[in-house]
């Protein structure tokens, strides 16, 4: 090796150094923040007051890595309920499940690819932010009641296994693919706090995208079986994998109605074909993208190249895969609402499109073609479905 590769390896080595050590400085200035100004949920007491967030934590839940598990819940209008499952990456095989996120391997775009516990930080993007604000008269949702299904798992919300796997320094662990049993456990929290809702809006970000159109059918029959206006929004949740079924069957051992379904290497299209088929106009469809989504494109990068970075080739093949799955999701119903946008944070989308919109601070700031996410998810759950952006996809 010459020298000048020498150096921009050794400069890149520092880069990442650095980028580590500020990330993980950013996550421990955030905890001693919420901690030092009473700024965590408090455990939801007997007599809580209304729109308030609290946590609720489950003695039958449990993180990826074994430690405890708890959700969010914020009463409001006791006729209107928002089900949201979160998001926060996916694992699997082995590899992927050895390599959890921390905000420092995140900033430095280490491979990093689902979070494994919950902690201080990961409420800053859980509550009191896009849809979860309770504080802007922007979101149409603030007076809403909420149930949060909080994400650790890293198996898209419907997994149920025990999976040992060898860890970065050659040792073993185990991860707790407890999706399932959390959703089940958060469904009764919800069906006590909110047993008879007449609009319930289903609707998850990334990793809670793809759980939607799996668990929306179990909300509906066997939790709020006599509420008839459901609406179910998956945004941002589409990876491109050929052994989508093989993962759901033998590595999460999800139920046989969840894997059996999956035929493609689209399991999100999968589901909603399966859900359209059992429940046709039972609920309204919607779902949402950027057109290169940062994130996503180099998780598909990952499967297909073992590389986990984005760059313009790989989002302009995610453009691409996103612009089939909205044909293919239109072919399963016409009436399927969809919001492509081209929204771009400076550094963070590294020349391509935002990863999810709907519990961020650009959900109800920024527009497309005029309309925010927000403007169009709000119009949606009262009735009034329609597609925004879909010009990009023909670009």
Not at 96 to 123: D, S
Not at 349 to 378: C, N, P, Q, Y
């Amino acid at each position: 090796m010459d020298k000048n590769n020498r150096l921009v390896r050794k400069n890149l080595k520092h880069g990442v150094a650095f980028a580590t050590k500020f990330g993980d400085f950013i996550e421990s200035s955030v905890t001693r923040a919420l901690e030092n100004h009473d700024q965590l949920a408090e455990e939801l007491p007997g007599n809580p007051e209304k729109d308030e967030w609290y946590r609720v934590t489950l003695d039958k839940g449990m993180s990826g890595d074994g430690s405890e598990y708890y959700i969010y819940v914020k009463i409001g209008d006791s006729d209107k309920l928002c089900i949201f499952f979160s998001g926060g990456g996916m694992a699997w095989n082995q590899y992927t499940a050895a390599h959890p996120v921390t905000v420092g391997k995140a900033a430095a775009w280490e491979p990093n690819f689902y979070w494994n516990n919950l902690r201080p930080f990961t409420q800053i993007f859980n509550i009191n932010v896009g849809i979860t604000d309770i504080s802007s008269s922007k979101n149409p949702f603030k007076d809403w009641s909420f149930v949060v299904v909080t994400y650790a798992t890293g198996d898209l919300h419907v997994g149920n296994s025990e999976y040992t796997y060898k860890t970065e320094d050659g040792g073993e662990d185990v991860l707790h693919f407890h999706g399932y049993i959390n959703f089940l456990e958060s469904m009764k929290v919800s069906k006590r706090l909110f047993p008879n809702p007449k609009k319930i809006l289903i609707a998850g970000n990334s990793a809670g995208a793809f759980a939607v159109p799996a668990l929306a059918g179990e909300v509906a029959d066997d939790w709020y079986p006599k509420t008839r206006n459901i609406t179910l929004f998956s945004d941002s949740g589409m990876v491109l994998y050929k052994k989508w079924r093989k993962t759901a069957k033998t590595i999460w051992q999800t139920k046989e109605d969840i894997w059996k379904p999956i035929e493609s290497d689209n399991i999100t299209l999968d589901w909603y074909r399966n859900l359209y088929e059992k429940y046709g106009d039972r609920f309204r469809y919607l779902y949402s993208s950027s057109e290169r989504d940062y994130l996503l494109s180099a998780y598909y990068n990952e499967i297909v190249n073992k590389k986990y970075k984005t760059d313009k080739k790989v989002q302009d093949v995610y453009k691409k895969q996103l612009t089939q799955m909205i044909d293919e999701l239109k072919k399963i119903t016409p009436s399927f609402g969809v919001y492509v946008d081209d929204f771009k944070l400076p550094i963070i989308t590294m020349g391509g499109t935002v990863h999810t919109s709907v519990r961020e601070l650009h959900f109800a700031a920024f527009t497309m073609d005029g309309i925010s996410m927000a403007k169009w998810l709000g119009d949606a759950v009262d009735g009034k479905v329609y597609d925004v952006g879909m010009r990009l996809l023909k670009d």
